[in-house]
């Protein structure tokens, strides 16, 4: 695993956040110093691939990234499932068909088909769904899109299927919003991270990653019809959902 050290030197211009080569070589790293509790969210999505997953049905990872949650579901779902791992970024992409390659040549006995599609969410169509995944991504789309695309997605989905919704979140409160931001960058520095590297990536991220509150999230998921919504996970400012359809 190489190491995030990305933003560790002073930038004269820092940037928009961009998921390219210099991301994806050090992704796992950065996202395991970065995210409070990812481990927690990658268990739950093999714990619901189990539960959810249906045979003949499709399976998917929207904002795959390197595919930690897909290798997850494709030990845990039936075989006779079908995976899509669905990501706009060409780096990441390609990584992860080299590692599914790799899994499936190691892996003789049966496991679920994974289709890779480069591909913005948005223009995937979602169908005979059993259980989706939205694993840190929703957040990386503007506001005005995601209660439409959100729709699409419920549209494609099967009765009692589920969606599995990851994000950072923010506060009302202001307080509330400071001291979670806080613990955030305590976290992140108890991994490793300088002061500089914090506030490089902020500045990077601010205007590409915008969070919502946990209620505004509940409230979409049950406004677009889902029967059961479930926050089951919340560490400082991030949190995830699991909706029932």
């Known amino acids: 695993m190489s190491k995030d050290r990305i933003y560790s030197a002073p930038l004269e211009r820092v940037g928009e956040?961009?998921?390219?080569?210099?991301?994806?070589?050090?992704?796992p790293d950065m996202i395991r110093r970065s995210v409070p509790g990812y481990s927690s969210m990658l268990s739950m999505i093999a714990q619901c691939a189990s539960m959810y997953?249906?045979?003949?049905?499709?399976?998917?990872?929207?904002?795959?990234?390197?595919?930690?949650?897909?290798?997850?579901?494709?030990?845990?779902?039936?075989?006779?499932?079908?995976?899509?791992?669905?990501d706009n970024s060409s780096a990441m992409i390609t990584r992860l068909q080299e590692i599914v390659t790799n899994q499936s040549t190691k892996r003789p006995d049966a496991l679920p088909e994974v289709n890779l599609h480069l591909a913005d969410i948005r223009h995937i169509e979602v169908s005979n769904a059993s259980f989706v995944v939205l694993n840190l991504t929703l957040q990386f789309l503007a506001p005005q899109d995601r209660t439409p695309f959100l729709k699409s997605v419920a549209g494609g989905m099967l009765d009692g299927s589920a969606l599995l919704l990851s994000e950072k979140v923010c506060f009302e409160d202001a307080e509330q919003q400071n001291l979670m931001t806080d613990l955030h960058h305590n976290f992140k520095r108890a991994h490793g991270y300088s002061?500089?590297?914090?506030?490089?990536?902020?500045?990077?991220?601010?205007?590409?990653?915008?969070?919502?509150?946990?209620?505004?999230?509940?409230?979409?998921?049950?406004?677009?019809?889902?029967?059961?919504?479930?926050?089951?996970?919340?560490?400082?400012?991030?949190?995830?959902?699991?909706?029932?359809?």
């Open 53 to 86: 997953a249906k045979p003949h049905t499709n399976i998917y990872d929207l904002g795959c990234s390197l595919g930690a949650g897909t290798l997850l579901i494709r030990e845990n779902a039936v075989s006779d499932s079908t995976i899509h791992a669905v």
């Open 17 to 27: 956040f961009e998921f390219d080569d210099s991301v994806a070589d050090v992704f």
């Open 195 to 245: 002061d500089l590297e914090i506030a490089q990536k902020r500045t990077a991220i601010e205007n590409r990653l915008i969070p919502e509150t946990m209620e505004a999230h509940v409230a979409r998921l049950k406004a677009i019809g889902f029967k059961t919504v479930a926050p089951w996970f919340q560490c400082f400012n991030f949190a995830s959902i699991l909706a029932v359809k």
